[in-house]
């Protein structure tokens, strides 16, 4: 087991980090006390946390990233994460999820061989030896994305650790189906509009976790991780949209009527199990309750916001 462990006055690179979960991740950790350091594309303003810009695609940017910040850790976020912008541009996509990822861990081996990263994959991952598991390019970029960074970790020594995270939840913009609904319903709540709430199917099956315990399993990884290991990050609970749209209900006035805009298909339970990080010391603190409300909290705050 990676015996590295963090201290309060660490210094990590986060990439992605206007994204959602990048301004979760570098309030997280500014507040814990790290030495932050952003890659975004756009100002975040967060108190304690240095801006850099960098386009993680041309290689000698990346280097030069690295060699300016030389950070102890590493949480890579970036990417593309859109399944129908893979379909548009597929070596984007693999652009974007791949070879940054590979530019990041060689400028990394090159300048501070000794850091530890966390490498951010998705649920969508496939067994790379299933070709026929791979249903869009996404799923492909982040299955390559995986299987090249467990690969550096072997052929480098580096220390490379994999976050898989269910489907995130809670407050902030994202695109996700909660936050679709939580935004729906504060716009129904404020127009006099015809309050319907499109479920596309309502019986698919989903495991939602809220975004502030999946940084905090990033920042348990970066203690405890072992290189080259796959860390599952869920809530151990399966929940269909129908349960979401309807927990939703009870949280505002407006009673809206819940329709299908799609075919309905009865999907089976989700099944994914977190033990490999619970045995590391985590487990979720924030309920779907809580995780639903802060997000339909922040939508009727943020709605006519900008982006």
Not at 119 to 148: C, F, R
Not at 190 to 202: D, F, G, K, T, Y
Not at 216 to 239: D, M, N, Q
């Amino acid at each position: 087991m990676d015996e590295r462990q963090v201290s309060g006055n660490s210094k990590i690179l986060i990439t992605g980090a206007s994204g959602y979960t990048g301004l979760h991740s570098c309030r997280y950790f500014a507040s814990a006390g790290y030495e932050v350091v952003a890659v975004t594309r756009r100002d975040i303003a967060i108190d304690g946390v240095k801006e850099e810009q960098c386009d993680l695609t041309i290689k000698e940017s990346v280097l030069n990233l690295i060699k300016k910040v030389k950070p102890q850790f590493l949480l890579h976020l970036a990417g593309q994460n859109h399944v129908g912008e893979s379909w548009e541009d597929p070596i984007m996509t693999i652009e974007t999820n791949v070879l940054s990822t590979l530019y990041l861990l060689d400028a990394l081996q090159k300048e501070c061989p000794k850091s530890k990263s966390v490498i951010v994959g998705s649920a969508l991952e496939i067994d790379p030896s299933n070709i026929s598991a791979i249903t869009h390019p996404y799923s492909l970029s982040k299955t390559l994305q995986v299987l090249a960074a467990r690969a550096w970790a072997e052929l480098y020594g580096l220390s490379i650790v994999i976050a898989q995270p269910t489907n995130l939840i809670g407050p902030g913009k994202s695109n996700g189906v909660c936050s679709v609904f939580a935004k729906k319903i504060a716009e129904m709540e404020s127009q006099p509009a015809e309050h319907i709430l499109e479920v596309n199917n309502r019986e698919a099956q989903r495991d939602f976790l809220d975004v502030r315990d999946a940084v905090r399993a990033y920042e348990v990884l970066l203690r405890k991780g072992v290189s080259k290991e796959i860390y599952p990050i869920s809530s151990g609970k399966s929940r269909s949209l129908e349960e979401i749209a309807k927990t939703f209900k009870t949280m505002t006035p407006i009673n809206y009527k819940i329709r299908s805009s799609g075919k309905i298909i009865k999907e089976e339970k989700v099944k994914i199990s977190s033990e490999k990080i619970t045995n590391l010391g985590w487990k979720p603190k924030y309920s779907i309750y809580t995780s639903l409300e802060d997000s339909l909290i922040y939508f009727k705050k943020n709605l006519f916001l900008s982006d």
